[in-house]
Nanobody, 123 residues
């Protein structure tokens, strides 16, 4: 059974930083492409970032490029999203997801999803 668990969400002021983590179990983590998505109230879920199995390739949504950094540690079965210069429009529930490759992640064709962690950017 594949389980993805996000952590690290919270309330941060605009301009602040947060680091989200995704812990994976029940899969061969090093063989999985991983990604982050988010969903704000009243909006559809949107792609945020993706990372290939060996971390050699990363993709970002234009809205987060230059502010967010995705990374992974295959030895620890974890993936992280470092979020800097946060804006109120970054407020959303953030989900981690797994797929066989980054193309599938970017087209929302994911095999497994986490339960999400709330990120709120407000003064």
């Amino acid at each position: 059974q594949v389980v993805l668990v996000e952590s690290g969400g919270g309330l941060v002021q605009p301009g602040g930083s947060l680091r989200l983590s995704c812990s994976a179990s029940g899969l061969t983590f090093s063989s999985a492409a991983m990604g982050w998505f988010r969903q704000a109230p009243g909006k559809e879920r949107e792609f945020v970032a993706a990372i290939s199995r060996g971390s050699s390739v990363t993709f970002y949504a234009d809205s987060v490029k230059g502010r967010f950094t995705i990374s992974r540690d295959n030895a620890k079965n974890t993936m992280c999203l470092q979020m800097n210069s946060l804006k109120p429009e970054d407020t959303a529930v953030y989900y981690c997801a797994q797929a066989s490759d980054t193309y599938r992640l970017r087209t929302y064709d994911c095999d497994y999803w986490g339960q999400g962690t709330q990120v709120t950017i407000s003064s």
